[in-house]
């Protein structure tokens, strides 16, 4: 993988293997994470096929491509949601076209989760949820154009089952009952960078997340001011935690998100906070 010379140093402690690209020049490592530097060396080893070899992919785009899988995958392995020997639902809330518009491109999204799954369960069922969530499937037509087949993945991987919905994720749920059917709880739920703070739509669906369903909700923001603004506004509905505010995520995203004005950086899941109901392995854990 290539560097980038341009980036500024990064103030991990100690330095981290990516320096100079390591991008992370304003964070303050948790206490009980000091001395701890994040994980984009390890990534060959933790998934040999995330980079093909010989590739020049620099580091920052890797860990843009690979940063919503793998911090699935942590936190399944953090929940003790894995192994298990049932399908192994995951749902999405306020997903959008980074999760891919069409089944050939959410599964290149999240193959590599898959492949971190081997093993470990027989089927990944994902639901995409959200208004900004469509499908746009053009599987047939890369077909024609003969795009490569992806190889077969290697025996013990978990097939992958995808569904979109453009309803928000509470509406999804009452469409699902007005037909008369049930609604099966995921193992995991999960809100990607969701500006929980910033829109009042997020309410119903936390909700019912968390006190109709009681699975667990991950939510991940961009940086600490909007990581507290989303734990505040969780306290607001009366939610418990898994864990609170977490900064020093190993597997966030090392490029930063193009923004115009004069705003703090941001980068994709660079905080996590994990709601989790009592009674269900909930913890508190201060930051």
Same mark, same amino acid.
């Given at each position: 993988m290539a560097s980038t010379s341009k980036s500024k140093a990064c103030t991990c402690v100690p330095r981290c293997w990516s320096h100079p690209v390591c991008t992370l020049t304003t964070r303050v490592p948790a206490p009980e994470d000091e001395g701890r530097a994040h994980s984009w060396a390890d990534v060959s080893s933790v998934l040999p096929t995330a980079v093909a070899s010989g590739s020049d992919e620099p580091t920052e785009l890797v860990s843009r491509r690979l940063s919503r899988?793998?911090?699935?995958?942590? %936190?399944?392995?953090?929940?003790?949601?894995?192994?298990?020997?049932?399908?192994?639902?995951?749902?999405?809330?306020? &997903?959008?076209?980074?999760?891919?518009?069409?089944?050939?491109?959410?599964?290149?999204?999240? @193959?590599?989760?898959? &492949?971190?799954?081997?093993?470990?369960?027989?089927?990944? @069922? *994902?639901?995409?949820?959200?208004?900004?969530?469509?499908?746009?499937?053009?599987? +047939?037509?890369?077909?024609?154009?003969?795009?490569?087949?992806?190889p077969a993945p290697p025996a013990g991987t978990p097939t992958l089952a995808i569904e979109y919905s453009s309803a928000y994720y509470h509406e999804y749920a009452a469409a699902v009952a007005v037909r008369g059917g049930r609604m099966e709880p995921p193992q995991l739920a999960v809100a990607f960078?969701?500006?929980?703070?910033?829109?009042?739509?997020?309410?119903?669906?936390?909700?019912?997340?968390?006190? %109709?369903?009681?699975?667990? #909700? #991950?939510? =991940? +923001?961009?940086?600490?001011?909007?990581?507290?603004?989303?734990?505040? %506004? *969780?306290?607001?509905?009366?939610?418990?935690?898994?864990?609170?505010?977490? +900064?020093?995520?190993?597997?966030? +995203? #090392?490029?930063?998100?193009? @923004?115009?004005?004069?705003?703090?950086?941001?980068?994709?899941?660079?905080? =996590?906070?994990?709601? @989790?109901?009592e009674g269900e392995g909930a913890q508190e854990e201060a930051r």
């Open positions: 899988p793998l911090t699935i995958f942590e %936190a399944l392995v953090e929940l003790k949601l894995v192994p298990t020997p049932a399908p192994l639902r995951i749902h999405l809330l306020g &997903a959008d076209g980074r999760e891919g518009r069409g089944k050939v491109a959410t599964t290149e999204v999240f @193959r590599p989760l898959c &492949a971190l799954l081997r093993g470990q369960c027989p089927e990944v @069922r *994902l639901l995409l949820c959200g208004p900004n969530c469509s499908e746009n499937d053009f599987s +047939s037509m890369e077909m024609e154009w003969g795009k490569p087949a992806a960078n969701a500006g929980v703070w910033g829109y009042d739509s997020w309410a119903e669906s936390v909700r019912y997340v968390h006190h %109709a369903l009681g699975a667990p #909700l #991950l939510v =991940t +923001s961009y940086n600490a001011d909007e990581a507290d603004a989303d734990e505040e %506004a *969780l306290e607001a509905m009366g939610v418990a935690w898994a864990w609170r505010p977490r +900064s020093n995520h190993p597997w966030r +995203s #090392l490029v930063p998100e193009p @923004r115009k004005g004069d705003f703090a950086p941001q980068y994709e899941n660079d905080h =996590t906070q994990c709601l @989790r109901r």
